[in-house]
């Protein structure tokens, strides 16, 4: 696969899939708990298949950005949140990097992923789904 390639977008490394189209638009996609992005590489290209430029931002103590013992119910309960919210700031930061050459972005996330995503979108003026 040759659509594919990891950096740093704003010191953040991630994995960005392009379609081999011209993208529709771009998509962060937030990778779940004791997971990294390089997991989530089939995830990111069946949605770029669809047309989507693909993010995926690693997680604070995930990945290359560190490990954790993630079962242990004390490292769960004391980093949990931190990693959401912290995701959450660098999601800003993510998209006001991306905004400087892409137009439409989105957020999808799966487990700890979802909460970020979730209170991310949430954060866009106007999108207040019920």
């Avoid at 439409?104 to 999108?127: E, N």
Wanted: charge should be neutral; charged fraction near 20%.
């Amino acid at each position: 696969m040759d659509n594919y390639r990891k950096h740093r977008i704003s010191t953040i490394p991630c994995l960005e899939i392009s379609p081999l189209c011209k993208p529709i638009g771009t998509v962060l996609l937030y990778h779940g708990w004791a997971s990294n992005i390089e997991n989530y590489m089939f995830f990111a290209s069946t949605v770029s298949s669809w047309g989507y430029k693909v993010i995926v931002p690693e997680l604070p103590h995930h990945g290359e950005r560190g490990i954790l013992n993630y079962f242990d119910k004390f490292v769960l309960q004391q980093y949990f949140w931190d990693v959401v919210f912290q995701s959450v700031k660098e999601a800003g930061e993510l998209v006001c990097e991306l905004s400087k050459t892409d137009d439409h972005i989105g957020f999808i996330g799966h487990s700890c992923g979802g909460f970020i995503a979730r209170v991310r979108f949430r954060m866009i003026p106007g999108c207040n789904p019920r």
